[in-house]
């Protein structure tokens, strides 16, 4: 963007600008800058002063806002000041106070928010409901049994609520995707739908599919959020409002047995492999594998394969490894010890793959 053309008016108005100014958000890039564009630093340095006056001066005060409205009417009101400098002539001479009694207006506003944890805060799943019932007809199912409870949706998603666990959805989807909204645990097995997105809310982190089946965990008041994928692939990202878009280009994409988990005080998103991974295809219980002499390359990518895990390692350090074992139904985590024991390497997980790390076989 050439901030050169930037007047005080629009960084005033920009919301980036304006996190930075009141949190310190994204200092690195707006130093950047600063110094990219020097003729502009001038006004940077007088609409960041302007910024943290207003919010120092407003921030003992206890303002009766409505929180529900605040952020509309800020956008009124910067939308206003465009209009104002339309005036004729003979009006123009109190436009000025206008204009800057429009800008500490929002800025007021957006400092109660701030102080009050409406921009900072997590979204909760009251707050997206809400929102949503706005547009829909609500359906709320709340799990206070010990047992799972089942719950089929209209398009012939099927989710399994666990205790303690809610959900939201509406009666009848929209004709764009289908929104749910979830507090607390539950497994989702969605109806393929190409045309229909499927979405899960689940607070601030949102799962967006178009068929197949995870496992998402979100108490309201817990600093960890986390989803599991089952089959299919999935998106996940951190959205603090309902429909608002953006953030899952910041997101992850899930395969199989990998997991993404979002900790909410420091609005971290990362990828992980499962705790727990198992098989693409379902194994009988007493099925075995037997491996005669053969290379361990030949078993890692078995394994690879019956997973859906990458497994990485050196091909011409193991090229001469030879083993011989039984596989039946140990984790994903045994097995790999058992590899790892018998040639005398270690393994680790990076970004929810495994990394095999070796010196050779003799």
């Avoid at 939308?79 to 206008?98: H, I, K, M, Y």
């Avoid at 805060?121 to 409901?129: A, E, G, Q």
């Avoid at 998103?269 to 030949?298: I, T, Y």
């Avoid at 393994?347 to 790390?357: L, R, S, T, Y």
């Amino acid at each position: 963007m050439d901030y050169n053309n930037f007047d005080l008016q629009d960084f005033l108005n920009d919301d980036s600008f304006v996190q930075w100014a009141l949190t310190g958000k994204e200092d690195a890039y707006w130093q950047h800058v600063r110094k990219a564009f020097p003729a502009s630093a001038p006004l940077i340095d007088k609409a960041h002063g302007m910024i943290c006056q207003l919010h120092e001066e407003e921030g003992s005060k206890v303002l009766h806002i409505d929180e529900d409205h605040v952020l509309r009417r800020i956008h009124r009101e910067i939308a206003l000041q465009d209009s104002v400098f339309e005036w004729p002539l003979e009006r123009r001479w109190n436009t000025s106070w206008l204009k800057w009694a429009a800008v500490a207006f929002c800025f007021i506003g957006i400092g109660w928010l701030l102080l009050n944890g409406k921009l900072t805060n997590p979204t909760s799943y009251k707050d997206l409901v809400a929102e949503a019932t706005e547009r829909y007809e609500m359906t709320e199912t709340v799990n206070t049994s010990e047992n799972p409870l089942i719950v089929k949706l209209e398009d012939g998603t099927v989710v399994t609520l666990q205790k303690n666990s809610r959900l939201s959805y509406p009666a009848h989807f929209g004709p764009g995707s289908r929104e749910t909204f979830l507090s607390g645990e539950a497994f989702f097995e969605v109806a393929k739908n190409p045309e229909k997105p499927f979405l899960v809310y689940a607070n601030e982190l949102v799962t967006r599919v178009l068929g197949t089946s995870f496992n998402v965990t979100s108490f309201d008041g817990e600093r960890l959020a986390s989803v599991n994928v089952r089959t299919g692939q999935v998106s996940v990202f951190n959205e603090k409002r309902l429909g608002v878009g953006g953030g899952e280009t910041k997101g992850v994409v899930l395969q199989p047995n990998q997991k993404a988990v979002f900790d909410r005080k420091n609005e971290q998103l990362s990828k992980h492999l499962s705790d727990n991974p198992v098989p693409l295809v379902p194994q009988a219980s007493d099925q075995k594998k037997r491996f005669e002499e053969v290379s361990v390359g030949q078993v890692l990518k078995e394994l690879e394969e019956l997973y859906g895990v990458k497994i990485i390692y050196n091909k011409e350090i193991l090229a001469s490894c030879i083993i011989s074992t039984i596989f039946g139904n140990e984790s994903l985590n045994d097995k790999l010890d058992v590899i790892c024991q018998t040639i005398g390497a270690t393994h680790k997980e990076i970004d929810a793959q495994i990394i095999i790390e070796s010196t050779g076989c003799l």
